[in-house]
């Protein structure tokens, strides 16, 4: 007999996997980098995943990019999550070896 109970169980993950923010990948030129900020400007290409047109913008980087390693005018790929204020932080840098 069906007592009205549902199987919930998977829920919290579910939940949980959507509380984990994709991965949102560009392209661009670094511009500036401010090392003492942990900050970066970024001229970026176009970004469909999350609806954002061709830009200059300065992007917060996680403490594991190596920020010594970028140059102004460095063409990068990069990958950014969204962090729990809601802006996008960069997690990963990938340099072209262009500049």
Partial sequence: ?????????????????QATPAAVQGRGVVKSI?????KVNISHEAIPAI???????DFDV???VNLGALKPEMDID???RQG???MYVIQTIISHGRH
Avoid: V
């Avoid at 401010?34 to 942990?38: K, N, P, T």
């Avoid at 609806?51 to 913008?57: E, Q």
């Fill in 1 to 17: 007999m069906d007592n009205g109970q549902m199987d919930h169980s998977a829920h919290g993950r579910q939940q949980m996997a």
């Fill in 34 to 38: 401010d090392s003492a900020r942990r």
């Fill in 51 to 57: 609806g954002w047109p061709p830009m200059t913008m």
């Fill in 62 to 64: 996680a403490q594991s």
């Fill in 78 to 80: 990069f990958t950014m």
């Fill in 84 to 86: 729990g204020s809601g």
